[in-house]
C-alpha cells in the first residue's frame, strides 16, 4: 500500500509549508488582534482576505474537492497530507485555503447532486469564497446520535416545502457571511427508515429562520459563526432547493461524511505535531528541580508516547484515504470509523500534556493549545460519537462469527 504523495501532491506540500512559515504562523497574533479590536468575535478580519488572496496566488485553493472543474482534483490521500499542515493552525489556515467546514462538505454535497441552478446559485460563491454556509441537522430534543430521531419536517406544498423544526450546534451560522444552510429533515415519516429525511437548501435571510441563541463551547464562544441554536417556523422555500429526491438524505449525508472524517482527523494530526513543536520548545526553555523539564524523565515518556500515538493515528487515517481513492467511501467505511476513534482521542491526549508541559500558561490564550484541546474533545461528539463508530467497529467484526449480528 503505498501512501505517498503523488508528484503534484509533493508540489503542493512544499507550496502550503512555505506558506504556513511566511504568511499562516506570522499572522496568527495579527488576526486575533482585530478580532479583538473591532469588538465583535464573529468579526471578519482583514489579514484573512490577505491570507485568501496570496493562497489563490500559489494555487492553494479548494484543495478538498477532488474535481478539476470545480477544486484541485486531488486524490483523497494527497489531500491528506495538505490537511494534515493546514490543522497546525485550525482557525486560520483552512479558510484561508477555502477548506474549512462545513463549507467543505456541504461544497462536496452541491458538487454530487447539486442541480445547476443549486450550483450557480451557491456552489459558486461557495467555491469564490465570497460566502459561508451551515448544516442544520443536529436537534436539542433528541438523541441526534441516532439520526432517524430527528424529528423536523420538511412538507411539500405546492411548489414550495414548509420547514418547521429546532437545530443545534449549527456551525457558523451566525456569521453575517453566512447566507444559506443545508437542512436535514423528515419528508415521510411512513417511509422506512433510512428513506424517511430529505436535504434542502435553506438561505438564512428566508422569514421564520431565527438564531436563537449562540452556544459556548467549554465556556468560550467561537468565532467565524459560532455554534448556535437555530428555530424555523413555517420556512417556506422553493421546491427547487430540494438536494437530490425527497427520501435521499442518508445517502448523501454519507458521501458528505466520509470524507469530512478524513479532513478532520488529519487536522487533528497536524494539531498534535505543533502540540509537540510547542511542549519541546517549552521543555527546553524552563527548569525544574535543577535541571529543564526535557530531561525529567515524565516529559520524556510523555514525548515518546506523544510521538507513537501520532505516527499510529496519521497512518490508519492515510490508509482510509488511501482505500477511499481505491475502493470507495463504502469499502473504507470500517477504516473511516476507526479514524474517527482513533484521532481524536489521539490530539486530546497529546494536547493534554503539552498543555502540562507549559504549566498555567497552558490554559491561556497565549498558545493555541487551549483552543485546540476543546477542539480535539468535540470532535469525538461531531461526525458521530466514539461509541457509534465504536459499535459499527464491533458489529463488522462479529459478522465473521455471528452472521446475523
Known sequence: MDLRLSDRGEQLRAALLDFMDTHVYPNEQRYHDQIEASGDRHHHPAVLEELKDEARRRGLWNLFLPDERHGAGLSNLDYAHLAELTGRSPLIAPEALNCNAPDTGNMEVLHLFGTPEQQERWLEPLLAGEIRSTFFMTEPDVASSDARNIRSRIVRDGDHYVIDGRKWWSTGAASPRCEVGIFMG????????????????????????????????????????????????????????????????????????????????????????????????????????????????????????????????????????????????????????????????????????????????????????????????????????????????ARRELKRYLPES
Not at 491526549?349 to 484541546?373: C, E, R, Y
Open 186 to 393: 423528515v419528508t415521510d415519516p411512513d417511509e422506512q427508515p433510512y428513506r424517511q429525511q430529505s436535504m434542502i437548501l435553506v438561505p438564512m435571510d428566508t422569514p421564520g429562520v431565527r438564531v436563537v441563541r449562540e452556544l459556548p463551547v467549554f465556556g468560550h464562544y467561537d468565532g467565524h459563526g459560532g455554534h448556535p441554536e437555530v428555530e424555523f417556523v413555517d420556512v417556506r422555500v422553493p421546491a427547487g432547493n430540494l438536494i437530490g429526491q425527497e427520501g435521499d438524505g442518508f445517502r448523501i449525508a454519507q458521501e458528505r461524511l466520509g470524507p469530512g472524517r478524513i479532513h478532520h482527523c488529519m487536522r487533528l494530526v497536524g494539531m498534535a505535531e505543533r502540540a509537540v513543536d510547542l511542549m519541546c520548545q517549552r521543555a527546553i526553555s524552563r527548569e525544574t528541580f535543577g535541571k529543564h523539564i526535557a530531561r525529567q524523565g515524565v516529559f520524556q515518556h510523555w514525548l515518546a508516547q506523544a510521538r507513537v500515538r501520532i505516527e499510529q493515528a496519521r497512518l490508519l487515517t492515510l490508509k482510509a484515504a488511501h482505500l477511499m481513492d481505491t475502493v470507495g467511501n463504502k469499502g473504507a467505511r470500517m477504516e473511516i470509523s476507526a479514524i474517527k476513534i482513533v484521532a481524536p482521542a489521539m490530539a486530546e491526549w497529546v494536547l493534554d500534556k503539552a498543555i502540562q508541559t507549559h504549566g498555567g500558561a497552558g490554559f491561556s490564550n497565549d498558545t493555541p493549545l487551549a483552543m485546540m484541546w476543546a477542539h480535539a474533545r468535540t470532535l469525538r461528539m461531531a461526525d458521530g460519537p466514539d461509541e457509534v463508530h465504536e459499535m459499527a467497529l
